[in-house]
């Protein structure tokens, strides 16, 4: 197996918990967090856009309408209301000590690079969809993320909780993908069959930099 020398990480449920954020979409909505997370579940599972979600609790539903609405009462956007999960400083701790390179890329407003900035190092990769101009599935975002990163695709992992935007384009760019189990679509979309494509899956971010570490390292000697 050849070894990882970067990793890329996606934004939204990899480094960035979205939960508090769908929140107040609930609370927009008039409904409880349970019916939406329900909703946002169904709309997983079938395959549909972010948005579905919305229209199955207020069938109808204008989101362009809605967004109008919330800035002008105030209410912070979407991905205003992100945190960071806990385990992503000692996760990328690892990977710097062990001289992995790392680098963030996802399908994100610009403004949400700034969420990372002081987790990551000088001269290390950030970037967002709307900085590029192009955006997940789309096999030019895995080509910008090479040329990026600058070494063979073989030698990057990149991890994300998506199978349809991060695991499939990614193994097909070439890269070693790390499916994370968390978060709405990385719950449902592990049962999908074509989650098969991950090198490897981690229910956090310990367990998957425990996979890229011991990718490529020569299997422990047994004693005599």
Request: glycine residues 10%.
């Amino acid at each position: 197996m050849t070894r990882i020398r970067a990793t890329v990480f996606d934004f939204g449920e990899t480094l960035l918990s979205e939960e508090r954020a769908w929140g107040v979409w609930a609370d927009w909505l008039g409904v409880t967090r349970q019916e939406l997370f329900a909703a946002i579940g169904a709309t997983v599972e079938g395959r549909h856009p972010h948005e579905q979600a919305l229209q199955l609790l207020r069938p109808g539903f204008d989101l362009r309408a809605a967004l109008a609405d919330r800035l002008a009462a105030g209410v912070p956007r979407h991905e205003e209301l992100y945190d960071v999960y806990p385990d992503v400083a000692e996760a990328l701790a690892r990977l710097r000590a062990a001289g992995v390179r790392i680098g963030v890329a996802g399908n994100q407003p610009a403004g949400v690079a700034a969420m990372v900035a002081d987790l990551m190092d000088p001269g290390e990769l950030v970037a967002t969809s709307e900085g590029w101009g192009v955006s997940k599935p789309d096999p030019a975002f895995f080509a910008r993320v090479l040329d990026e990163v600058g070494v063979p695709a073989g030698e990057i992992a990149y991890v994300g909780d998506r199978i349809d935007n991060d695991v499939l384009p990614a193994a097909a760019a070439g890269m070693w993908a790390v499916h994370l189990r968390r978060g709405p679509w990385g719950v449902v979309q592990a049962s999908w069959p074509e989650a098969e494509a991950a090198g490897a899956s981690a229910g956090d971010l310990r367990e998957a930099v425990d996979a890229i570490l011991a990718r490529g390292r020569p299997p422990a000697l047994s004693r005599p």
